[in-house]
């Protein structure tokens, strides 16, 4: 068998790009998904089923009954009590496992899942706000300040997280 010698055709002069190393497993730019990823995607396009007789209120009403636990203090019957005994670190630890747990099934495309988790994750953000003193009104408050502003610009407008954290602009 005799050896292909065709020469590939020379690239097109002009502006050459630079190659973005993609991790392995990613389809190339401009592939076609595969169909089992169109479906999915569908799935997440389509609106959500199921029944809508919940509100925001719920939150305010987590809010107070958690408040309440932390007010008792009895950590024998109480998870909410229990995790604040537990101290800051742990309230805030969990509030994180429970972040990576939702995102783990929203990147699954597991909607059930996803919605399960997220009740975990409103409930643990509440402890946080219990254990550390804020009101739920005060987070409606900056949600409703916010209202009407391009997320990009408030973001922008924001200090940095690092730097807000050190309370300091002489981070390099």
């Known amino acids: 068998m005799a050896k292909d010698t065709k020469k590939k055709p020379a690239p097109k002069a002009g502006k050459k790009r630079a190659a973005v190393p993609m991790p392995a497993g990613l389809p190339a730019a401009g592939a076609k998904p595969k169909k089992a990823v169109r479906r999915v995607e569908a799935r997440h396009l389509t609106p959500l089923e199921g ?3 919940g509100d925001a209120a719920v ?3 987590l809010w ?3 408040e309440s636990r932390r007010l008792a203090g009895d950590a024998a019957t109480s998870h909410s009590a229990r995790l604040m005994a537990r101290g800051t670190a742990k309230v805030a630890q969990k ?3 429970e972040a990576v747990e939702c995102v783990i099934e929203a990147t699954l495309g597991h909607r059930t899942e996803t919605v399960l988790e997220s009740a975990d994750l409103l409930y643990h953000l509440v402890v946080v706000w219990v254990d550390a003193g804020i009101r739920p ?3 409606w408050a900056e949600l409703r300040r916010r209202e ?5 610009a408030e973001k922008a407008a924001r200090p940095k997280g690092i730097v807000r954290a050190a309370r300091t602009t002489k981070l390099a």
């Open 51 to 53: 029944p809508r007789d």
């Open 59 to 61: 939150l305010d009403r």
């Open 64 to 66: 107070d009954t958690v």
């Open 95 to 97: 509030l994180g496992e």
């Open 137 to 139: 009104e005060e987070v």
């Open 148 to 152: 009407g502003i391009s997320g990009i």
